[in-house]
């Protein structure tokens, strides 16, 4: 389970659930930087059938991400990723900052595909997949960058919907709705369930992504038929 926006400096290292165990994203602390806001936290459960390591060689300094090895009895290995798009820096909120955030998300994306060919990544992307075809979406620069890894690496868009609901009116007096939470899931993934609950404390709808992991079936038969050529 991942959770964005946790938004406190002195969460890591103090966030426990019994039986769980919390990873936290990477994060460069000296005398003259002080912690920052940590904006994704994730917990995992170990259990017979299932190991979780985290993988920092995968995550950056430089934007909220934690990304999770998923092991079964079996071996089976996936590449799961959480991962928190800031819009606003520490102050930079250019298109520029922002293009240059989302190459870093697209690398470690890129990354994880080489390497596993099965891959689920989840986040916050402060992008609207019910707006970014339009040709006048103000963040279309950015969503297409997002948008080609994606592709590359045939990593599928679930269909989740609005997932953002605002608690207060904009300027206008209008509630915005928006479809900011996001799933990606490569082909190799079978998906069990993809969808936004409606159950959520705060303005964003958690999302549920549930895929099957279980190896204990049979290795399917090979059957081999000698034929003779005669074109050979």
């Not at 799933?183 to 895929?211: F, Q, R, W």
Request: charged share 25%; with cysteine; net charge positive.
């Amino acid at each position: 389970a991942f959770m964005t926006e946790t938004d406190i400096a002195n969460i890591r290292g103090n966030y426990n659930l019994p039986g769980y165990n919390t990873h936290y994203p990477l994060h460069e602390q000296t005398d003259s930087k002080p912690p920052n806001k940590i904006r994704i936290i994730a917990v995992t459960k170990d259990d017979s059938a299932t190991t979780y390591k985290l993988r920092t060689d995968l995550m950056s300094k430089e934007i909220p991400t934690i990304w999770i090895e998923l092991r079964t009895e079996k071996g089976k290995k996936h590449l799961v990723g959480g991962f928190y798009r800031e819009w606003n820096n520490n102050g930079d909120t250019t298109i520029e900052g922002q293009v240059r955030r989302i190459e870093i998300l697209t690398s470690q994306i890129d990354r994880a595909c080489s390497e596993c060919k099965r891959v689920v990544v989840v986040g916050d992307a402060n992008l609207c997949a019910e707006s970014w075809d339009n040709n006048t979406y103000h963040l279309r620069r950015i969503s297409s960058i997002l948008r080609g890894t994606l592709t590359q690496n045939n990593l599928t868009i679930q269909k989740l919907g609005k997932t953002f609901h605002a608690n207060h009116p904009d300027v206008n007096g209008k509630y915005a709705s928006s479809a900011l939470d996001h799933a990606y899931v490569s082909d190799l993934c079978e998906i069990l369930t993809a969808k936004a609950l409606d159950n959520s404390g705060t303005d964003h709808y958690p999302i549920l992504i549930s895929i099957r992991t279980f190896d204990g079936k049979n290795k399917p038969y090979t059957r081999f038929i000698m034929k003779r050529s005669y074109r050979g």
